[in-house]
Nanobody, 122 residues
């Protein structure tokens, strides 16, 4: 299974961007992670295979959403009210094995898309 990510770019603070990630085969839980220079990769949003449950850390809660279109095998990351501290390389991830609940740890995702840069200027 391969994940094809798109979107990203440059935006001023307060603006919005949408990332998308399409899987070429069967995947279960999906998520978005980000890594800023000099920092560890962190979870941004995850969604279960059914789409019935999501998780957001406090840093993005209320600003980011992770809608999922199962018919298109695609997950999105809608980012609103962007802040300079959101600047990072964003990567989508998926599990190709069933798990109870969407993992919050990147090590439990076994399929990754290419990273895409998001830059938010002040």
């Amino acid at each position: 299974v391969q994940l094809q990510a798109s979107g990203g770019g440059w935006v001023q603070a307060g603006g919005s961007l949408r990332l998308s990630c399409t899987a070429s085969g069967l995947v279960y839980h999906m998520g978005w992670f980000r890594q800023a220079p000099g920092k560890e990769r962190e979870v941004v949003a995850v969604i279960t295979s059914s789409g019935g449950s999501t998780y957001y850390p406090d840093s993005v809660k209320g600003r980011f959403t992770i809608p999922r279109d199962s018919a298109k095998n695609t997950v999105y990351l809608q980012m609103n009210s962007l802040k300079p501290e959101d600047t990072a390389v964003y990567s989508c991830a998926a599990t190709t094995v069933r798990r109870l609940g969407a993992p919050l740890v990147d090590a439990l995702y076994d399929c990754w898309g290419q990273g895409t840069q998001v830059t938010v200027s002040s």
